[in-house]
């Protein structure tokens, strides 16, 4: 940090450099355990925060349908 900085923009560069560690951090995970990390109670669901996070990063929505059957049995 320079010397020169008054100490707003010392405290702005501290705040850049948090966020900028704490969005890193985010994208390292996965949707859902971002989402698991961002869930608050009374606010969206982990499901919808995980939604939201797939779609921000350009990710195709989960099927959470449950398992299909791909394989039907024969004979």
Not at 17 to 32: D, E, F, I, K, S
């Amino acid at each position: 940090m320079s010397n020169d900085m008054t100490p707003r923009q010392q405290a702005i560069s501290a705040a850049g450099r948090v966020w900028a560690a704490g969005c890193a951090r985010q994208a390292a995970l996965t949707p859902r355990e971002a989402a698991e990390e961002a869930y608050v109670p009374g606010g969206p669901s982990v499901d919808e925060l995980e939604r939201r996070i797939r779609r921000r990063r350009g990710l195709p929505p989960l099927d959470r349908s449950g398992p299909t059957n791909a394989f039907p049995p024969t004979g």
